[in-house]
């Protein structure tokens, strides 16, 4: 708030909300944002007209969307209530396109009863969006029947990949030609170990770019800690990726090399 009363004059127009939405704030100027910021406002009173929170809600509004340089000028020292200035502007107030509060409402229990199936719609519209063709194929059990319309397997990502070659690059010793008995040849190799991950066989070259930039940082961390351990501070490290990107390849590899 302090920051918005302090803006410079040729933003004197700006409400607190069009302020914090279209400008950003760098080395003490504004300045105005490629596109527009994410705004919240927190907390969010009831907008039950004449409830508990009516006249916070009312302040809430007429801080947001009413240009102002201090309290003082908006509520003439204190003469006037919020819910009395949110009727004066109130035109002005619900002209924002994007009001965040929504207006008052009449019926509380109503409106909430109303969101709430408008919820479950768009959760449910949502979901179903955002389910993607994997997430569907892991749901089906044996003999499942696939859906026609699915494409996957037919996309550029899934014919262009070399999926032999990246199999052939990271386990160098399986026979391809046997692939029925891949599990058995992996488990035989020590590159599959049930239960246990300490033994693994991996073969450094095999790692692919991140994965050795991440391996050579704490083998760095490592050698700098046996020449000087009183004076290293410890090396917290988050590997993130999705299902395959070969998070536990790469500790295999740390736990055989290290």
Not at 174 to 188: C, G, K, T, V
Not at 209 to 223: A, G, L, P, T
């Amino acid at each position: 708030m302090q920051k918005y009363w302090n803006r410079p004059t040729e933003l004197e127009f700006l409400s607190l909300f069009q302020l914090y939405l279209k400008y950003n704030q760098w080395k003490g100027k504004w300045k105005e944002a490629k596109r527009e910021n994410i705004v919240r406002i927190w907390p969010r009173p009831s907008p039950h007209r004449n409830g508990p929170q009516w006249e916070e809600f009312c302040q809430v509004k007429v801080l947001l969307h009413v240009p102002h340089r201090d309290l003082s000028q908006l509520t003439e020292n204190d003469t006037i209530s919020w819910s009395e200035l949110f009727n004066e502007y109130r035109e002005m107030i619900e002209n924002v396109p994007a009001d965040l509060l929504g207006p008052p409402v009449d019926n509380l229990e109503n409106e909430l009863a109303n969101e709430e199936t408008d919820d479950e719609s768009e959760d449910l519209e949502d979901e179903e969006q955002s389910r993607t063709d994997w997430m569907i194929l892991s749901e089906m059990g044996p003999d499942a029947i696939l859906d026609d319309s699915s494409d996957l397997g037919l996309r550029p990502i899934d014919q262009n990949y070399d999926w032999a070659g990246d199999v052939r690059r990271r386990c160098p010793d399986i026979n391809l030609a046997d692939a029925p008995n891949f599990i058995q040849q992996a488990r035989e190799l020590g590159i599959l170990n049930e239960g246990n991950a300490t033994n693994h066989a991996v073969n450094s070259l095999t790692l692919n770019d991140n994965q050795m930039r991440v391996f050579k940082r704490i083998e760095s961390h490592y050698r700098n800690l046996i020449s000087d351990s009183g004076h290293v501070e410890p090396l917290r490290l988050i590997i993130m990726g999705t299902a395959g990107t070969g998070k536990l390849y790469l500790i295999n590899m740390i736990r055989s090399r290290l």
